[in-house]
């Protein structure tokens, strides 16, 4: 059984560049979340979905990050335009949305993205 | 306020000896989950148990149990018989309204890096 999907695994840009990391979450999971964790910071939230819908985005940094969840199968997170700032390891996770089963969240490998 | 505190940032063990994590945390939700994540130097997070707050009986899932002290707020990762291959960072995560259908996403500490030596 296929876990989270995440791509690129890694990228290295310059920074003003576009930057888009993609997810697709376990197949049945109806929650999907964005965490970005660096050295100072740790993990922190960055925005989630349920059914697709954006529930909590307060932990996006600002303006030019934003992410998308057309569907049940794929997320986007786009940094636009990238700062040195915004590297990190950028993990997805998904799992079911409540009861017994949504007990259990499971994550991406993470894209390691450097801005220089 | 910190949601999670994890006050250990390394702890040391040799092999096959038992080892805790200390996690507190802070909540006023009567329903929430507590978890404990695996972080390998190779970077994947990796789930390893997971406690809810209804729950009687402490989690176990192979050589990892969890503490859970409800009325402190600690629900700290035991580890038996240490091998080499734990050495790792474990982040103790939580996540609230568990029984709401918008439940909150994990909130996770700071982590505590753990080695084990021969």
């Known amino acids: 059984d296929a876990g989270v999907i995440q791509s690129p695994r890694h990228e290295v840009t310059e920074m003003g560049q576009e930057v888009t990391l993609r997810c697709k979450p376990i197949?049945?999971?109806?929650?999907l979340f964005w965490y970005r964790q660096t050295m100072m910071r740790g993990l922190e939230l960055l925005i989630y979905f349920n059914n697709n819908v954006p529930i909590d985005d307060s932990g996006m940094p600002e303006d030019r990050f934003s992410a998308k969840m057309p569907n049940a199968s794929f997320s986007t997170l786009k940094i636009q335009p990238s700062e040195p700032r915004d590297s990190a390891v950028y993990f997805c996770?998904?799992?079911?949305?409540?009861?017994?089963?949504?007990?259990?969240?499971?994550f991406g490998e993470g894209s390691w993205l450097t801005v220089v | 306020a910190q949601k999670i505190t994890q006050t250990q940032p390394g702890m040391f063990v040799q092999e096959k000896e038992a080892v805790t994590l200390d996690c507190t945390y802070d909540?006023?939700?009567?329903?929430?989950?507590l978890f404990w994540y695996k972080q390998p130097s190779s970077g994947e997070m990796i789930f390893l148990i997971y406690q809810g707050s209804y729950d009687q009986q402490n989690a176990t899932e192979g050589r990892y149990s969890l503490n859970f002290q409800k009325a402190r707020k600690s629900a700290n990762l035991v580890i038996s018989a240490s091998q080499l291959g734990d050495s790792a960072m474990y982040f103790c995560?939580?996540?609230?309204?568990?029984?709401?259908?918008?439940?909150?996403?994990?909130?996770f500490g700071k982590g505590t890096t753990l080695s084990v030596s021969s």
């Open positions: 996770a998904s799992s079911f949305m409540f009861g017994e089963e949504g007990n259990t969240i499971y």
């Open positions: 197949s049945g999971h109806n929650s």
């Open positions: 995560a939580m996540r609230e309204a568990i029984l709401n259908q918008a439940g909150t996403a994990l909130i």
């Open positions: 909540t006023s939700d009567p329903s929430y989950g």
